[in-house]
């Protein structure tokens, strides 16, 4: 396929530059919280929010409530990088939930500045992945930073491994970004994939052998673990699993008691209010100007009265055999303050408990080692496309 | 009469144990903590056990120390 182009890996519609530019001109009426699904739908919808400079509201709970309302003027556009050069003007606000799985939901509002590409060589060709929910920063991110640059995209959220596998070479796709748990259920991979060129994990906590596999089932593409969140957007990256921070930014982060607090000034425009904002990541100095993600804050749980960190269980459960993707929680229980619980998702069927559960033993101390550990199909997944703990 | 699903659950919880007693030996008055040895980790693994297969949250209400106690929470 040449030219720009939007494929939904779901209903295979495909929407490209002319089919974009005509459905723009031929709207009369737009919603400002467009439901995110079928994605040519929310991506028309967004752009007519965007050049009617009317704020977006994007819930990822469900489809759109909202009123029809009518544009202004018809909008016209010879070709999409004049739109897009118009998109970049708008002055509307978009407003994002967090996906709640770190906590209670917040709402958070970005200008659409926060959305602007970095200015380094643009490379118009590339083809992305879209492996987030459109409603979520991380996929706005993905959506608007490709849409500005006028790359195609490929929405590939909630597809299933075989499907982003066919459409990953189908579409030639080389630029992928997505959290761990989807690159988990994604692997192993029929076969290498060569194509993809730049491969982008965050919003969890990474483990050096993800990366490893990653690396083998994608060898020539360059690896980034960012570090974001709803509330900065993208702040650091990393080839492994320590992010540097970049000078600019050395007076706006500091840490204390392992959390890490971000200036106000690197947040949404709605957090503005204290100094400093708790980000809830445990983290670790490994030089004064490398960190590394410890886990979250949240995630330290007491059993038996020993405080056990989720993150270095999962760690240790991801260095067992034969196992694609697993999820580490605890449940709350009257003896021991909480129970250390796993689920398990197999490479193979015929997988067997008891091995494992003996591997585990000499990795982990009794208080930390998961009691209840279950083999299931798939790891649930919340809105944001991290494991639910 | 022991039910055999809480015996299986018995089973998995002390399946490290070599020195449990003879299955068929368990009965109403055999004590967690003495005769089955097992410890608070283990506890609160049986607790949750029994809670996921009973829908029961044996530890939560009342003193548990032998299997009798607990079939007397579970038997409707």
């Known amino acids: 396929m040449t030219g720009w182009f939007l494929q939904d890996g779901q209903s295979g519609e495909t929407l490209n530059e002319q089919k974009l530019l005509q459905r723009v001109h031929r709207s009369r009426h737009f919603k400002n919280q467009p439901g995110p699904e079928p994605v040519a739908n929310f991506l028309v919808q967004l752009i007519l929010c965007l050049l009617q400079d009317e704020d977006v509201y994007l819930d990822h709970q469900g489809p759109s409530v909202c009123e029809w309302k009518p544009l202004q003027r018809p909008f016209r556009f010879d070709n999409l990088s004049e739109l897009v050069h118009q998109l970049k003007q708008s002055s509307s606000l978009l407003h994002f939930q967090t996906s709640g799985s770190c906590g209670p939901a917040k709402h958070m509002t970005h200008r659409i500045d926060a959305f602007l590409p970095p200015a380094r060589q643009a490379t118009d060709d590339a083809v992305w992945g879209l492996c987030y929910h459109p409603c979520h920063m991380a996929g706005m991110q993905v959506l608007l930073r490709a849409l500005f640059r006028t790359q195609s995209l490929v929405y590939l959220f909630n597809s299933k491994p075989t499907d982003v596998c066919r459409l990953l070479s189908?579409?030639?796709?080389?630029?992928?970004?997505?959290?761990?748990?989807?690159?988990?259920?994604?692997?192993?991979?029929?076969?290498?994939?060569?194509?993809?060129?730049?491969l982008a994990l965050g919003g969890?906590?990474?483990?050096?052998?993800?990366?490893?596999?990653?690396?083998?089932?994608?060898?020539?593409?360059?690896?980034?673990?960012?570090?974001?969140?709803?509330?900065?957007?993208?702040?650091?990256?990393?080839?492994?699993?320590?992010?540097?921070?970049?000078?600019?930014?050395?007076?706006?982060?500091?840490?204390?008691?392992?959390?890490?607090?971000?200036?106000?000034?690197?947040?949404?425009?709605?957090?503005?209010?204290?100094?400093?904002?708790?980000?809830?990541?445990?983290?670790?100095?490994?030089?004064?100007?490398?960190?590394?993600?410890?886990?979250?804050?949240?995630?330290?749980?007491?059993?038996?009265?020993?405080?056990?960190?989720?993150?270095?269980?999962?760690?240790?459960?991801?260095?067992?055999?034969?196992?694609?993707?697993?999820?580490?929680?605890?449940?709350?229980?009257?003896?021991?303050?909480?129970?250390?619980?796993?689920?398990?998702?197999?490479?193979?069927?015929?997988?067997?408990?008891?091995?494992?559960?003996?591997?585990?033993?000499?990795?982990?101390?009794?208080?930390q080692r998961p009691r209840i550990i279950r083999l299931v199909d798939r790891i649930e997944t919340g809105s944001s496309g991290k494991a639910k703990r | 009469m022991i039910p055999k699903s809480l015996l299986d659950i018995l089973q998995v919880v002390c399946e490290d144990k070599p020195q449990v007693p003879a299955w068929q030996s368990v009965g109403r008055h055999t004590h967690l903590r003495n005769d089955l040895q097992l410890d608070s980790l283990e506890l609160a693994e049986l607790s949750i056990r029994i809670e996921d297969a009973y829908g029961t949250d044996l530890f939560s209400e009342s003193r548990i120390e032998c299997v009798g106690d607990i079939l007397e929470r579970i038997t409707p």
Request: net charge positive; charged share 20%.
């Open chain 1, 170 to 198: 189908l579409h030639k796709v080389d630029h992928l970004s997505a959290t761990p748990t989807f690159y988990r259920m994604l692997l192993p991979l029929p076969h290498p994939l060569t194509t993809i060129r730049h």
């Open chain 1, 204 to 367: 969890e906590g990474v483990e050096e052998s993800l990366v490893n596999r990653l690396r083998k089932a994608f060898p020539k593409a360059q690896i980034r673990n960012i570090y974001a969140s709803t509330e900065a957007g993208i702040l650091f990256w990393s080839d492994g699993t320590s992010f540097r921070i970049l000078p600019h930014l050395q007076a706006y982060i500091k840490v204390e008691e392992q959390q890490l607090f971000l200036h106000h000034s690197l947040l949404a425009h709605n957090l503005q209010q204290s100094e400093w904002h708790a980000t809830g990541d445990r983290v670790e100095w490994v030089d004064d100007q490398h960190f590394r993600i410890l886990g979250r804050v949240q995630d330290i749980v007491k059993v038996a009265g020993y405080r056990v960190a989720l993150e270095e269980v999962s760690a240790a459960v991801a260095q067992l055999p034969g196992i694609r993707n697993h999820r580490v929680f605890a449940r709350p229980n009257a003896i021991s303050g909480h129970i250390i619980c796993c689920d398990l998702v197999p490479t193979e069927a015929g997988c067997q408990i008891g091995p494992l559960k003996q591997q585990l033993k000499q990795q982990l101390l009794p208080y």
